[in-house]
């Protein structure tokens, strides 16, 4: 991914440069600058903060630090050995996007397959709104910089305008000049915002490949707990089912005794009668 990215940012370099290579082999970039007039230092400061953010965001979504391979190999013993709890215990407060999500996932434990799908989705959208945070200025340093290389020309073509008006038109030289002097701002501007807006792309791209891959695994550990938790539940429910029936088997039998104990006192009541009637 790297490579790729510096592969990339030095063709578009060379071919943005190769256009008025030309006319700047006879003189220094610091004098080309100069005659771009005080919009180039604008130009200069916007390139500087979006180089400033590419590289920040170049080494902050790198797949190793997002993704590390120790922190799940940590989490993977730390739930054969101690459970839910202690796996939660070593994604607590990982700065890694897979942390996070882990620790909203193990946070759920009790709850269902659904819920924790949905736990996992709203973490990750969350990571990813931080992770392309300070690819926005990116972004807009890449659609400004032509604006502002373009506003220089502008500038630059008023002043030549003015100048030929009180030359006069007889010398073109009186008017052209100052034009391809303006037109250095355009082509400045143009040199900043390409290679910027590559950039962001490739780092937008990538920020997105590394939260699917972050998804793909949460959603593959849920399956697997579910997995493992199913064959314990075929057995929980088998034992309460084995149980019900002798629980039923017990009360029959109180229910048969009371009844025998009541035909019992029933019979020795009737027996009571008769003989209180005999003797009479």
């Not at 578009?12 to 919009?39: I, M, N, P, Y």
């Not at 300070?134 to 003015?162: C, E, H, K, W």
């Not at 000049?177 to 900043?192: D, K, M, R, S, W």
């Amino acid at each position: 991914m790297l490579f790729r990215f510096l592969t990339l940012t030095l063709v578009t370099l060379l071919a943005a440069r190769s256009g008025f290579a030309d006319e700047l082999a006879a003189e220094t970039v610091l004098l080309s600058f100069q005659r771009g007039g005080k919009v180039m230092w604008a130009i200069l400061a916007a390139s500087m903060a979006g180089c400033a953010f590419a590289l920040e965001r170049l080494f902050a979504i790198r797949r190793g630090a997002q993704i590390p391979e120790r922190l799940m190999a940590e989490l993977r013993d730390a739930m054969v050995s101690g459970g839910v709890a202690a796996g939660r215990r070593v994604v607590d407060g990982d700065s890694s996007a897979m942390g996070k999500v882990m620790y909203a996932l193990l946070s759920r434990s009790g709850a269902t397959r659904r819920e924790l799908e949905t736990a996992v989705d709203d973490e990750a959208s969350r990571i990813l709104y931080d992770l392309r945070a300070n690819l926005r200025p990116i972004g807009v340093i890449a659609s400004v910089s032509p604006l502002l290389g373009l506003l220089g020309t502008v500038f630059g073509l008023i002043a030549a305008f003015r100048q030929a008006a009180e030359l006069g038109m007889d010398d073109p030289r009186n008017f052209a000049a100052g034009i391809y002097e303006a037109l250095y701002t355009t082509a400045f501007g143009l040199v900043v915002a390409i290679p910027l807006l590559i950039v962001y792309h490739l780092l937008r791209n990538h920020a997105d490949n590394i939260m699917r891959d972050v998804e793909e695994r949460a959603l593959a550990f849920i399956s697997a707990a579910s997995s493992r938790a199913a064959p314990q539940q075929r057995q929980q429910t088998g034992r309460t089912e084995r149980q019900a029936p002798a629980g039923a088997e017990t009360r029959a039998g109180g229910s048969d005794r009371a009844a025998a104990r009541q035909r019992e006192e029933n019979g020795e009541t009737r027996a009571d009668d008769e003989s209180t009637s005999v003797d009479d």
